[in-house]
């Protein structure tokens, strides 16, 4: 294999896709996560952050300069326009930082954790195989009300922008069950870890090829 053996970890709004990456960067695990790289490409002085205030106005911005993340979410989830024009000024950005970040990876394999793995193709190509983090859809509403103050209704327009759960799983090699305690992730991310570094010692041997491993 001609680069690094590369998990796509995704899950919907709420899911807890962060506290599993958490737990796999835990076990000495690489993770590129595209959240925390979009928020570097767009934090005050940065060209994305500029590009994004040219586009939809210094409104966009807060009293410190930095980017009103709520209000740009608000903004391009009610609007598809307004979604694709954000898309098509971060999601170049992104996919090369993301991309410089795995080039320097250093453990047996890797996790990159895209929230839209599955609803775009930019970073789809890059993985061998998929983790969807999955919880019931009425868990994602409570706990992005919980985390961030945004109404119910809201969340729901969120979640109709992306893929729905059953579609998700549907698309998963491997599905990781966040619909409990906390706790309960560390035991399942030990179990795939152990399955990762089998199928990228594999994946090290094989004739150099690319696309996703056999589930």
Same mark, same amino acid.
């Given at each position: +294999?001609?680069?690094?053996?590369?998990?796509?970890?995704? !899950?919907?709004?709420?899911s807890g896709k962060s506290a599993v990456a958490d737990a796999f960067a835990a076990l000495g695990i690489d993770v590129t996560d595209t959240d925390r790289i979009a928020h570097a490409q767009t934090a005050p002085g940065t060209p994305g952050q500029?590009?994004?205030a040219a586009a939809f106005g210094a409104g966009i911005l807060c009293p410190d300069g930095t980017? &009103?993340? @709520?209000?740009?979410r608000r903004l391009a989830f009610a609007d598809p326009t307004a979604r694709a024009r954000l898309e098509a000024i971060l999601h170049p950005r992104i996919g090369k930082a993301a991309r410089d970040e795995i080039a320097h990876w250093q453990s047996p394999y890797g996790i990159l954790?895209?929230?839209? #793995? #599955?609803?775009r193709s930019g970073l789809k190509s890059l993985v061998?195989?998929? #983790?969807?983090? &999955?919880?019931?859809? =009425?868990?994602? /509403?409570?706990? /992005?009300?919980?985390r961030s103050g945004f109404a119910a209704d809201e969340v729901r327009a969120i +979640?109709?922008?992306? #893929?729905?759960?059953? =579609?998700?799983?549907a698309g998963a090699d491997d599905v990781l069950d966040n @619909? !409990? @305690?906390k706790a309960a992730i560390a035991p399942q991310v030990a179990e795939l870890d152990l399955r990762y570094r089998a199928l990228a010692a594999l994946a090290g041997r094989a004739e150099p090829s690319s696309g996703r491993m056999p589930a």
């Open positions: +294999m001609s680069g690094p053996f590369i998990v796509g970890l995704t !899950g919907g709004i709420g500029g590009e994004i980017l &009103d993340r @709520a209000a740009l954790v895209v929230p839209l #793995l #599955l609803e061998q195989r998929i #983790l969807v983090v &999955d919880c019931p859809e =009425e868990l994602q /509403v409570r706990r /992005v009300v919980a +979640m109709a922008t992306q #893929l729905g759960r059953e =579609e998700r799983i @619909a !409990g @305690a």
